[in-house]
């Protein structure tokens, strides 16, 4: 079936300007998590969504940084006024069930941002 | 907080040598353990999976053994291809609250013919 889906997969910015990012997670995965992968390192968290509402935001690192997932499905990341150091690796990934330790999260192949 | 120590890279070795890959990990209670793998061009995707002490994850001839005395999680193979060359990510899952995974830096391996 369908995996995670990411758009756009590249996405050049010049600093100050406003970006969007789409995830489109599997199909009835009701668990969605971003996170962001600098040049050389590991995946760091974001944000996870349980249904609509964002269960845990405490990886966001300020508040130009903005997640919504409207109807549970589809979600979208949005950065304002995009810095240098935003640039990085956004991925988005999904799970099948109510976010338990044991669940298997299913990865995008992520957007690639970079800010001029 | 909980945190995952991954063996520096990169790794090269010859085709058909032994791997292992270590990783170790700080956490409170009792995490999921995890191995993604990121091949050139593509995306993570999960390797194996341990969920409790002593559980061994094994996937396309690697295994890792969950050893909860060392805090410990090594990847190994018994006999390396070339198609293995890729970026390996030990992660781990908290116990209790909201799923984010925690990863390690990475390492690189290179595999050779």
């Known amino acids: 079936g369908a995996g995670v889906s990411q758009t756009p997969s590249n996405k050049v910015t010049e600093k100050g300007k406003y970006v969007e990012l789409r995830c489109d997670p599997i199909?009835?995965?009701?668990?969605l998590y971003w996170y962001r992968q600098s040049l050389g390192q590991g995946p760091e968290f974001l944000i996870y969504?349980?249904?609509?509402?964002?269960?845990?935001d405490s990886g966001l690192p300020n508040d130009r940084f903005f997640a919504v997932r409207p109807e549970g499905s589809v979600s979208t990341l949005k950065i304002q006024r995009t810095e240098r150091g935003d640039s990085a690796v956004y991925l988005c990934?999904?799970?099948?069930?109510?976010?338990?330790?044991?669940?298997?999260?299913?990865f995008g192949p992520g957007t690639r941002l970079t800010v001029l | 907080g909980n945190s995952v120590t991954q063996m520096e890279g990169p790794v090269t070795l010859s085709e058909e040598a032994f791997l292992t890959i270590n990783c170790t990990y700080t956490?409170?209670?009792?995490?999921?353990l995890f191995w993604y793998v990121q091949y050139p061009g593509e995306g993570l995707q999960l390797l194996l999976k341990?969920?409790?002490?002593?559980d061994k994850g094994s996937n396309k001839g690697f295994e890792a053994t969950y050893r909860k005395e060392t805090t410990s999680f090594h990847l190994e193979k018994g006999s390396v291809q070339v198609s293995d060359s890729a970026v390996y990510f030990c992660?781990?899952?908290?116990?209790?609250?909201?799923?984010?995974?925690?990863f390690g830096q990475g390492t690189r391996l290179t595999i050779n013919p």
């Open positions: 199909s009835g995965h009701t668990a």
């Open positions: 992660a781990l899952g908290p116990s209790s609250g909201a799923q984010k995974l925690v």
């Open positions: 969504f349980q249904g609509t509402g964002a269960a845990d």
């Open positions: 341990a969920t409790k002490a002593d």
């Open positions: 990934a999904s799970s099948s069930t109510s976010g338990s330790y044991t669940d298997t999260q299913y």
């Open positions: 956490a409170t209670g009792y995490p999921s």
